[in-house]
């Protein structure tokens, strides 16, 4: 029963490119169907409504936590085949009202923790609201009570996610989560992508060596993304943004942030961004 992978990160830090990496393994294809990548969201409300057999639409978001966890044993149980079920999700990683972990350990083989700069998160949150309004950006990252959707309206489908601050997310999927759980960082996904994929693939003992892990960042390469979704679309772009894949740049913040917009989130999140690599120990920004 523990057939659950989750592929968890804060909103904007690598899990699309990671679950095309995962697509890139599984499709025989030698270019990518964006629309069929072999992961599902935790949140979304078709999904989880198919497996209770009724609407959530009367509940409160504290009532389908307490239902949650039954459902992802739900579909850890169906999934028959000798590959995990990749799930993505931007929850934080806490219990509900019950004081039961939103994501059971019971159904769970592991969990993938993607890690990214906030200051280039900022950037790439504004962009993908469909503007450069990074002062909001930086408020969002900054804010223990964020969440998805922002204004509690049915985005994409979706039911309410828990998301906090940037360093509480990071915390909660180190710290509370009670399952194996390796963290990534972006940026040694996009400098050093063979061994870390690689490392990725091995610590989630799939059955895939170094040819088919090259073989897929072919497939997934950023400008092969961009290219497909501008002839084919995808389905997960934003509302307002006018593509998903940007950039994926590191350190694109020194290219748009405020001296201002900077200090706000290493004031908040400077621990965190020491512990990953992202601030020297006088504070400084280490640069990629």
Not at 80 to 100: A, E, I, M, R, W
Request: charge should be negative; proline fraction near 4%; include cysteine.
């Amino acid at each position: 029963m523990e057939n659950i992978v989750w592929i968890a990160s804060f909103p904007r830090s690598g899990n699309t490119w990671l679950r095309c990496f995962l697509a890139g393994l599984l499709q025989e294809s030698e270019e990518l169907d964006l629309d069929r990548l072999p992961t599902v969201h935790c949140a979304s409300r078709a999904r989880v409504e198919q497996s209770l057999c009724f609407s959530t639409g009367d509940l409160t978001a504290s009532e389908i936590n307490i239902l949650r966890p039954g459902v992802y044993r739900h579909w850890a149980e169906a999934c028959d085949t000798s590959l995990p079920l990749f799930v993505k999700t931007h929850d934080c990683y806490v219990n509900n009202s019950q004081g039961l972990p939103i994501f059971p350990a019971d159904a769970s083989r592991a969990a993938i923790y993607l890690i990214r700069n906030p200051l280039d998160v900022c950037v790439s949150y504004a962009n993908f609201w469909g503007g450069d309004d990074y002062d909001k950006a930086a408020d969002y990252i900054c804010d223990h009570q964020h969440s998805h959707p922002l204004d509690h309206s049915n985005m994409f489908g979706q039911l309410y996610q828990y998301i906090s601050d940037w360093s509480t997310h990071v915390k909660s999927w180190r710290d509370d989560c009670d399952m194996p759980t390796k963290i990534i960082r972006y940026e040694d996904m996009k400098r050093a992508p063979a061994s870390t994929f690689l490392d990725i693939v091995q610590f989630l003992q799939l059955p895939y060596g170094e040819q088919e892990v090259e073989t897929s960042l072919e497939k997934c390469d950023f400008a092969k993304l961009q290219n497909r979704e501008a002839v084919s679309g995808f389905r997960e772009r934003p509302y307002e943004g006018d593509r998903f894949f940007r950039q994926g740049r590191v350190d694109d913040w020194r290219n748009s942030l405020q001296a201002q917009t900077v200090e706000q989130l290493v004031n908040r999140h400077s621990e965190e961004m020491a512990r990953y690599g992202y601030l020297e120990e006088d504070g400084s920004i280490i640069a990629y």
